[in-house]
């Protein structure tokens, strides 16, 4: 230290200044390159972030502007006036005479043209309660439960049943399920109950099926690697479907946050980050699941 010492101050004063420099701006420039290199990593993440935010919102509208269109349809079935004098029928035996009753006396000719323009609507179908044979209409070869009777045994029946007349939202796939005896392509179906308020009363059944491919196909757009995925739930917060890499575990987690009660979630679990949002107070929620790793290395 004495020999330093000596050695600084037999220096000359130019060179003192230099080394003076050096040992105060040199570690200053290294902090300020910490600083620096922390603030990018911030900004980057938060770009990140946002840049996912709007990738989902994105979404969530285009899915919306589908799922508003099948509810418009099973609205506009249970409110026409003339499918609820069909299921308010008092005397079914005398209208089930007629094999082209449902032609006849409502507008299934205007809902098929109304299906056939949509293109990605594949069945629509009305069950009354009061004994009229229902409406069902498939236009990709897929068969229908055939009687209420049996429709009435099923949980989606149960679990619409209880809502009064609100929309629930049901995947179902290929072959046999609650809805169908044989469906030929995989479909998100949206069922509604006629409810008579006046009368307290159920008067029939409606489920608009959907063909999941054009739901699958904006999914995918916006699932960028093998390890990420979409999840999608019903306004209640009901799980729907999901799309890409989302383990049951994950699906469980978010359904556990209440999601009815909120806009937005974002959380983590199991090294996944979870956005979730929806377009509108009626809409999906919309929810992308990432890997924590993938938010590091865009950072």
């Known amino acids: ?41 911030v900004t980057s993440c938060e770009s990140y ?6 990738g989902i919102s994105s979404l969530a509208s ?20 003339d499918i609820q004098n069909i299921l308010k029928c008092q005397t079914p035996e005398i209208l089930n005479q007629d094999v082209k009753m449902w032609v006849n006396n409502a507008p299934v000719q205007m809902l098929e043209e109304n299906i056939a323009l949509k ?13 009229i044979v229902p409406y069902l209409k498939c236009i990709d070869s897929t068969s229908y439960i055939p009687t209420m009777e049996q429709l009435r045994g099923t949980s989606i029946y149960q679990e619409t049943a209880a809502l009064c007349g609100e929309g629930v939202w049901r995947k179902e796939g290929k072959g046999t399920g609650e809805i169908y005896y044989a469906n030929r392509s995989e479909k998100l179906i949206l069922c509604r109950e006629v409810y008579d308020f006046l009368e307290q009363k159920p008067l029939g059944f409606i489920t608009v099926g959907i063909q999941e491919e054009k739901i699958r196909s904006l999914c995918d757009a916006e699932i960028k690697n093998e390890e990420e995925g979409i999840i999608l739930y019903d306004r ?36 996944k ?27």
């Open 49 to 54: 972030v946002q840049l996912q935010k709007d």
């Open 119 to 131: 293109g990605y609507v594949k069945t629509i179908s009305v069950y009354p309660e009061n004994g």
């Open 273 to 299: 980050e979870i956005y979730i949002t929806k377009a509108s107070v009626h809409g999906w929620y919309v929810g992308k699941i990432l890997p924590e790793k993938e938010m590091s290395e865009k950072g």
């Open 62 to 81: 285009s899915l919306e502007i589908i799922q508003k269109e099948a509810e418009t349809l099973s609205l506009n079935m249970a409110v026409s006036q």
């Open 1 to 41: 230290m004495k020999k330093m010492r000596a050695a600084i101050e037999d220096m000359s004063i130019r060179k003192k200044i230099i080394l003076y420099a050096y040992i105060g701006v040199v570690p200053l420039l290294f902090v300020i390159c910490i600083m620096v290199t922390i603030y990018r990593y």
């Open 236 to 271: 209640r917060g009901m799980y729907i479907a999901s799309y890409g890499e989302v383990s049951d575990q994950t699906r469980q987690y978010i359904q556990q946050k209440n999601l009815e009660s909120r806009d937005t979630f974002q959380g983590e679990f199991e090294g």
